[in-house]
């Protein structure tokens, strides 16, 4: 199975860009559908973006709340996936966790089976 592990969080200014990484070891990455999702405190873990296995020919799906500020690149060398995160907001503040299923790409939490630990992500105003 795969292991997957994030990196890349920390404080930034509202306005700043922030690029978080999720480096799988174990199995090929582009082997599954990936999605990234976040948990603000007393919030339940929210979609923010996913990508069909085998990259699905590079179509990815975006929360609105995010579409247009946020992008996942991938690199199949590196077995990484990131979320490049441009203009920050202070509502972005969250805990943010990579996912991987062996099925479709889900806007559900629930339908991932495998986890990263997360990687907090602070913005101030």
């Known amino acids: 199975q795969v292991e997957l592990a ?3 969080g920390g404080l930034v200014q509202a306005g700043g860009s922030l690029r978080l990484s999720c480096a799988a070891s174990g199995r090929t990455l582009s082997s599954y559908s990936m999605g990234w999702f976040r948990q603000a405190a007393g919030k339940e873990r929210e979609f923010i973006a996913g990508i069909g296995a085998n990259w699905s020919g590079g179509t990815t799906n975006y ?3 995010v579409k247009g500020r946020f992008t996942i690149p991938r ?5 990484t ?3 490049q995160m441009n203009s ?4 972005d503040t969250a805990a943010y966790y990579c996912a991987g299923t062996r099925f479709r790409v ?4 629930r339908d991932y089976e495998y986890w990263g630990q997360g990687t907090q992500v602070t913005v101030s105003s």
Not at 75 to 79: A, T, Y
Not at 88 to 91: S, V
Not at 106 to 109: A, F, N, P, R
Request: charged share 25%.
């Open 88 to 91: 920050l907001k202070p509502e």
């Open 63 to 65: 929360a609105d709340s």
């Open 81 to 83: 996936m990131y979320l």
């Open 75 to 79: 690199d199949g060398v590196k077995n």
């Open 106 to 109: 889900s806007s559900s939490w």
């Open 6 to 8: 994030e990196s890349g």
